[in-house]
């Protein structure tokens, strides 16, 4: 049996945390005499409460060392059990969402979604707007951030959370996990304060450039505005799209490149790839838009540079009339949706690396059929890539293609169109949170959606953030009997 007090702990310390965090909207809402910070201080009151007992009670688990299954329940029950107390805000203040509304709000935010049932952002207080914000930053990899702080007083190096996380720390640019998580958090921040500062000094107002400044980085998505980046064209799409692209690089270049060394950086093939395939995709879809729809270049090309860098990222802001437009514009969103952005960072979807392998497989096999004997291993940026790692990675883009056929389908039984359900599981699985289809069309929200939808997109959020396999190895009744 595993022992469960370790994993406990750390949630029980990452429940405190949390509850601290939401001292900072309550603030922002008492300071403005709106009643709704109360509600909020109620929740941190709670969620303080549980994490506080939970944490006493299984004091005793810091003489016990954390192993692999242990390691692989902790990242689970963060993102399962988390988002209940996160969601405590929506229950309790305003809007006063039901549970399943509020889970899948709180969801959304610390998988970095972005999206949402609340429709009426302009006028949820300010307080509500940024916690909405804070859950996308503390999801982007402030969680892992915080555990990262309480696994070492267990005796754990800490990889096997990186590695459950689906985390890549490329050859450990550090030597220990801790300095990693350390130096990533500096990165971290230096983008966020960084992102902030642009979108002041470009005219977004207080709350929205901090806000959508946490989201970008986070690449969250949520926005304190129903239109979310509409009301910012021009500079700010361009900003925008600049921040949502850093924030869609692997992070542990960032550390490299603090330590002295841009070399990497610039070397990496999927940094190189991710840049050519989402700049290739804008283009086409920009060029036509002009074919098509007799608008001029440069409009055509921040919209796309704009909305298609949210959607690659896995960010899920949006701007101007891009959602409308239909026709091969849906095509290519799709797509690079699917492929998603940079291992090891806070994007979802299936990752340029693990396309790029995949690609570099399919060319062997269509050169095998020609020279049956040869002996041609596959290669990723110079390297020979291991056979099971390949079939690794194989198994998870086919479970990946499966879960998005499944969760669609079983979405149409519950009476949602094709196309809402079809963009729906894209846009939760791959933690895009973009949303295309009649039942989105009329709010920009999710809030249309039938409960029984609303628990398949929560279910495939959790899925996209953890990686699939990360999850569905829980379910094996062998993990449990080791």
Not at 41 to 64: C, Q, R
Not at 339 to 349: D, I, L, T
Request: aromatic share 12%.
């Amino acid at each position: 049996m595993i022992d469960l007090r370790p994993v406990a702990y750390v949630i029980g310390r990452i429940l405190i945390v949390l509850a601290i965090l939401m001292v900072a909207p309550a603030i922002l809402d008492w300071r403005a005499g709106d009643p709704n910070g109360y509600a909020i201080a109620k929740a941190a009151l709670i969620t303080g409460f549980v994490g506080a007992t939970v944490a006493m009670a299984t004091t005793n688990a810091l003489a016990t060392s954390l192993d692999v299954r242990q390691a692989y329940l902790l990242t689970a029950a963060i993102w399962t059990i988390l988002p209940a107390f996160a969601g405590l805000p929506f229950m309790l203040g305003e809007p006063k969402l039901r549970f399943l509304q509020a889970f899948f709000e709180a969801t959304s935010g610390l998988t970095t979604t972005g999206a949402t049932v609340i429709y009426g952002l302009d006028t949820l207080p300010d307080g509500m707007n940024l916690w909405r914000g804070m859950t996308n930053w503390i999801g982007g990899l402030g969680i892992a951030f915080i555990a990262m702080i309480f696994l070492p007083l267990m005796r754990v190096g800490g990889m096997q959370f990186f590695r459950t996380e689906g985390f890549d720390t490329f050859g450990k640019a550090l030597p220990r996990a801790t300095d990693i998580a350390r130096q990533l958090l500096y990165v971290y921040m230096i983008l966020t304060v960084t992102c902030i500062a642009v979108y002041s000094a470009i005219g977004m107002p207080p709350l929205g450039a901090v806000v959508h400044g946490f989201a970008t980085i986070a690449t969250g998505g949520f926005s304190p505005y129903d239109s979310s980046f509409s009301g910012f064209q021009g500079a700010g799409e361009y900003f925008g799209a600049l921040f949502m692209i850093l924030g869609s690089l692997p992070y542990i270049r960032f550390v490299q490149l603090l330590n002295g060394s841009a070399t990497p950086l610039w070397r990496d093939s999927q940094v190189r790839a991710y840049v050519r395939w989402l700049l290739t995709a804008v283009l086409i879809v920009a060029i036509w838009r002009v074919l098509t729809a007799d608008v001029a270049f440069e409009p055509a090309f921040r919209e796309s540079l704009f909305n298609l860098t949210s959607i690659m990222s896995s960010t899920g802001f949006f701007s101007g009339s891009f959602p409308g437009w239909g026709g091969l514009m849906l095509i290519v969103a799709f797509v690079v949706g699917v492929c998603g952005a940079c291992s090891g960072s806070s994007a979802a979807g299936l990752s340029v690396f693990r396309v790029q392998v995949a690609m570099a497989v399919v060319r062997r096999q269509v050169r095998q059929i020609s020279n049956p004997s040869a002996v041609d291993p596959v290669k990723y940026d110079g390297r020979t890539v291991e056979e099971d790692v390949i079939q690794a990675l194989i198994m998870f883009i086919s479970s990946y293609i499966l879960i998005l056929g499944v969760l669609s389908v079983a979405m149409t039984l519950l009476g949602v169109d094709l196309e809402s359900s079809l963009f729906a599981v894209w846009t939760t699985l791959g933690n895009v949170g973009y949303g295309f289809g009649p039942l989105v069309a009329r709010t920009g929200t999710f809030i249309d959606f039938p409960d029984g939808a609303i628990i398949i997109m929560t279910l495939a959020m959790i899925l996209g953030r953890l990686g699939l396999l990360a999850i569905l190895v829980l379910l094996l009744p062998a993990f449990w009997r080791r």
